[in-house]
């Protein structure tokens, strides 16, 4: 046999077993291999949570759901966040979109995309999800078994007034902290308790050890952590905003007030609040806001930082790579007799928006709307989501479910003020729109320079505030507008069909009454604070 004969027999050989070797690597990673029942029904989910355990957590889940439904076989999809977007759009594109997707739907450029192409899901979060059956939560309606409620910005879409995703978990903000340190530094297991307690320790965490930072800072966990901050010292504002009594407060009644001069960035709330946010950026290494969170991530796994803000969705990373022992505490806000820093913020301070996370839509493409549908009533069930919770170490999103002890310091404190309202989330740090954002934040470095402080920081915006949320919330009124002609029109088209859609859109006609006459306060509100043209 000639030489040629067998380099190109080895070749076919190493490429028949290349492929038996990728069909037995498909075949386990999918279930399906030769031994297994073929599934009469497959449905497909999409995601970006790439963090540790993610991936395992979701793949229990799905087989045992499997286990119940033998018949319906179950895929992920984990795509990175850098591309999925794009991944997203080409999928929608072409029509090969998985069944079920997360989505982040409090992207404005994106929300317009949801009627066209995800389920409303109002009718099923009615009913109630038989996956609780002979449970405490046995006959309640979905959407009551999810601790908000199944309403937040992700799975609500007010000017739609539809709800069009469930939640699967839900988050905190915390101070992760390495134990170790903390013990050998001050001696003790307790953290700090309130703002100058933290800023105390940040010295004795300097002075532990050359090069030790207090806090690993980065410019993504500062815009997370500071609005707490913020909003807290302007909470008495925020409050006296909700005119409508709604008892709540969105970014047109509390940004219409700047227009109507009922404050401003001179008012002493705000350069309280602002003076808070130097204080907590002064506890990171100079330059924090040119570095990313990753890098921030790293230092303290390192060891070479205290501790570091993060989300909760974090944690199963940290608790990965760490060769120490984690503690987590709440971002410590001032003392009601702190003569420095308190004074203008609510106590006690309730722990953030009680509200669930990573929500996944239905897709109008999907072959297997009902297969699709199951799955997730599976997941928002509470085995389900006890499932979920336990194997991805993030906080399950339906009432009742059990948490591990571990999970314990991230439970939310509900016992206080929060005046950040969960539909709109109005924050003096993001404001009404893009424009107002881009001001504050490409302005940000002032407030931390050596050489800047609050009053650098005031004076470089002061010029361009007042016309910036005058130009944002006009903007939010044409978006309103035209999002209420878009449901006018649905609306009347509801009300030709059967006697159950129009009944639905009578229940929707009382949201749109609602968003109409929100639009109309703020279109009064930009009317009578437009300047004067000349003569």
Known sequence: MSRRRISTLVALALLAAAYA????????????????????????????????????????????YMELHPGVHVEQFAVPGAVYKQWLNTQLAGGTVPDLVSFNSTDLTLVAQLPRHFEALTRWLEEPNPYNAGTRL???????????????????????????????????????????????????????????????????????????QAVAGARENTLWLMPTFVNQAMSRWLLASDCALRFSTTSCDFFG????????LRSPEMQQALRLARAFG???????????RDSALQAFLRGDAFSIPAGTWDYPTMRAQAAFPIGAFRLPMPAADDLEFGGFVLL??????????????LAKQSRHKAEALDFLRFVTGLEGNRLFSHASHWMPS?????????????????????????????????????????????????????????????????????????????????????????????????????????????RQLSGQHLVETQACLLAGTLTDTAPQSLP
């Not at 075949?27 to 029904?41: D, K, L, M, S």
């Not at 509200?355 to 996944?360: G, I, L, N, Q, R």
Request: glycine share 10%; with cysteine; aromatic share 10%.
């Open 282 to 292: 002064g506890e990171m290494p100079p330059g924090f806001l040119q570095v990313d």
């Open 398 to 506: 339906i009432e009742g479910a059990e948490i591990d002890a571990e999970l314990e310091p991230f439970k939310q404190t509900l016992g206080g003020y929060n005046v950040i309202d969960v539909q709109n989330g109005p924050s003096v740090l993001t404001g009404p729109g893009a424009d107002y954002t881009r001001l504050l934040e490409t302005n940000l470095h002032l407030l931390y320079a050596p050489n800047g402080g609050v009053e650098a920081f005031t004076r470089a915006i002061e010029g361009r505030f007042r016309d910036t949320v005058r130009s944002d919330l006009q903007k939010q009124l044409h978006v309103q507008l035209e999002n209420l002609r878009r449901r006018d029109l649905a609306l009347g088209a509801l009300e030709f069909l059967d006697a159950g859609e129009r009944a639905e859109a009578g």
């Open 138 to 212: 046995a006959g309640v309606p979905w959407r009551l078994t999810f601790i908000d409620g199944g309403r937040n910005r992700s799975t609500y879409l007010d000017q739609y007034r539809n709800y069009y995703a469930v939640g699967l978990c839900t988050h905190t903000m915390r101070i992760f902290y390495n134990r170790d340190l903390l013990r050998a530094i001050t001696g003790r297991d307790a953290p700090p308790q309130n703002l100058r307690e933290w800023l105390e320790l940040g010295k004795k965490v300097r002075a532990h050890r050359p090069g030790l």
């Open 348 to 361: 006690p301070v309730a722990d953030g928006n009680l509200s669930t996370a990573m929500p996944f839509y």
């Open 21 to 64: 070797l990728s069909v037995s690597h498909v075949a386990h990673w999918r279930g399906t291999g030769p031994a297994a029942h073929p599934p009469q029904v497959t449905i497909r989910f999409a995601h970006w949570q790439l963090e540790a355990g993610m991936r395992e957590a979701f793949d229990l889940v799905a087989r045992r």
């Open 257 to 264: 007030d700047v227009l109507l001069g009922r404050w401003s």
